[in-house]
């Protein structure tokens, strides 16, 4: 069903996201009929399908973004903090934002400079007081590495495919806390990797996927 879940308006598209049964919380439902998103992709924003960002650079489709907010939903309650991992043209970053409301705080992280000024850009046309009141923060850096100065997260979502699970995030989770990641080469899956209160990590496969590589800039624009 995920594939077909296409439609002419956001609210649409969120009404088929449901009926597929990819949403099944009212909060994720609220947060991405608040989120339009003919404000942060260009060209058809109400396809179910990945869309082209440029540099090398892809938004995932919008069912993986609702089983990325399904799956975190226990790690974005109010007053939560979020790493958003690859935030490309900010949709999702602003999803987040909703769901941790205004006492949380998102992080959003990407190693091309203009990919970090789309997202602003997009963000203040579509929700400025997200930035003004710096319930999300959007920074130029190496995602794999994580952003350690704002850490640790209730939860930290990858939008790109990593080679092998990444230490560095899992050490800047939270106890209790949560990472919802895909990795692999060829065959990738989304993991999702809990930490609980004394620390313990476990992962868990949670479904085959198809993304970006997670890798450096250089590699990424010459895609």
Known sequence: MAWYCSANSNEGLVNNLKTAKIITSKRVEEAMKATDRKNYVSYSPYRDSP????????????????????????????????????????????????????????????HIQELVNMSKKNIQKDRPDLLESQRIILIHGDGREGYPEEAPYDCIHVGAAADETPDALINQLKAPGRLFIPVGGRDQYIYQIDKDENGNVTQKKVMGVVYVPLTDADKQWSR
Request: with cysteine.
């Open 51 to 110: 869309q082209q960002l440029g540099y090398g650079a892809t938004i995932s489709a919008p069912h993986m973004h609702a089983h990325a907010l399904q799956n975190l939903e226990p790690f974005l309650q109010p007053g939560m903090k979020v790493l958003d991992i690859g935030c490309g043209s900010g949709y999702l970053t602003t999803c987040l934002a909703e769901m941790v409301g205004p006492e949380g705080k998102v992080v959003g992280i990407e």
